[in-house]
């Protein structure tokens, strides 16, 4: 539950197979990313007062009802995030098109201080045209101080001019906005400072994600802003001091070269972390490597993840030792990183003894 003295709620949506539209495939894994970033630890918002519509819950009807809702209900900031087909005209939801004009007159509806609008859609600049901005702030400490300080109005951020398409999928498997948009606010310094945090700021975010899209992808569609002022928190910066801490533990397989690493995260809800195992011997030798990304998805999560690596792994004198009696140690290294910034959260290492039967360890 949000204990801070303001609301922040944020309607998230995604959808991969809209009518008469070619399908998508990774509009909704997209909105749930954007969704656990931002209800994350290092996020303004929370779930319990937040939405999140995926395929055919993502209806016009439904966000429509949802922006009424948070309407009556009191909300001082929003975020309002899509991911899908777009037009010149509108937004292609699970039943059919809400209009630009729709959503603009729906957010212009919530009383709230500021919007932050972020559309990774075909032509969605066309949305930009519609918003205005005014007022002025300081900047303080918490988070309701600083959003208090940003200029009041819609902020928007789109993936693509209004007459541009955008696009999806590569290597990546996101929607080339929406990975750029995240990698940058995972990755941004903070431009905007108090005493003890930083924060990443709209302008920050866009001129970032910009920058890492066409880089990356120089023939893509050129993502699109309206009223940037450079002075509204988007995300708490992590660059330059860890957020949370983890926490791992080593349980070899009684056969073969496999072990299970339980990992425990604390204050990192939405927060990627990087696992990575290595499996070595006495002279530190390196005989096989893994990685994979874990995002927690509550404040204090853990989980089992399986590491196995074939007998082939091993060097020739290694399976030669094994196959004429002697006993062969190797070492289990695990470590959990900062993906974005290097930082160490937690790392654990376990000595195993292994034999010729089936190559099992002696425990």
Not at 64 to 85: E, W
Not at 202 to 214: G, I, N, P, Q, T
């Amino acid at each position: 539950m949000q204990n801070r003295a303001f609301m922040y709620r944020a309607v998230v949506c995604g959808v991969n197979n809209s009518i008469g539209q070619t399908p998508l495939s990774f509009a909704e894994s997209d909105a749930q990313a954007i969704f656990r970033t931002f209800t994350g630890a290092l996020g303004p918002a929370d779930e319990e007062n937040s939405k999140l519509l995926l395929g055919a819950r993502a209806t016009r009807g439904n966000v429509l009802r949802v922006l009424q809702a948070y309407a009556q209900r009191g909300t001082d900031y929003l975020l309002f995030y899509f991911s899908g087909h777009g037009s010149e005209d509108g937004l292609a939801l699970a039943d059919g098109m809400l209009e630009y004009w729709e959503l603009h007159a729906a957010l212009a509806n919530l009383p709230a201080r500021a919007r932050l609008v972020i559309l990774d859609a075909c032509h969605s600049g066309a949305y930009g045209g519609l918003v205005e901005v005014g007022g002025v702030g300081d900047l303080q400490e918490s988070w309701a101080e600083v959003l208090a300080a940003a200029l009041p109005g819609t902020r928007v951020l789109c993936a693509a001019r209004s007459d541009e398409l955008s696009a999806e999928g590569g290597s990546i498997r996101m929607g080339h906005f929406t990975w750029a948009l995240l990698e940058a606010l995972h990755r941004g310094k903070g431009s905007l400072r108090s005493k003890n945090h930083r924060w990443v700021s709209d302008s920050e975010a866009f001129y970032l994600a910009r920058a890492h899209l066409l880089s990356r992808w120089p023939n893509d569609a050129h993502p699109d802003c309206r009223n940037l002022s450079g002075d509204f928190p988007m995300l708490l910066s992590h660059a330059h001091a860890p957020i949370g801490r983890g926490a791992l533990s080593i349980r070899p397989h009684a056969r073969g070269y496999a072990a299970d690493v339980e990992v425990v995260a604390a204050r990192r809800t939405g927060v990627p972390m990087l696992l990575k195992c290595r499996l070595i011997d006495e002279s530190r030798v390196e005989i096989g490597t893994e990685t994979r990304i874990v995002v927690p998805t509550t404040n204090d999560d853990s989980g089992v993840l399986r590491f196995q690596f074939p007998r082939s792994a091993l060097p020739y004198e290694h399976r030669q030792a094994l196959d004429w009696g002697y006993q062969v140690p190797l070492h289990w290294a695990v470590s959990l990183v900062d993906p974005y910034h290097g930082y160490v959260l937690g790392k654990a290492t376990r000595r195993v003894v292994y034999r010729r039967q089936d190559h099992a360890p002696l425990f």
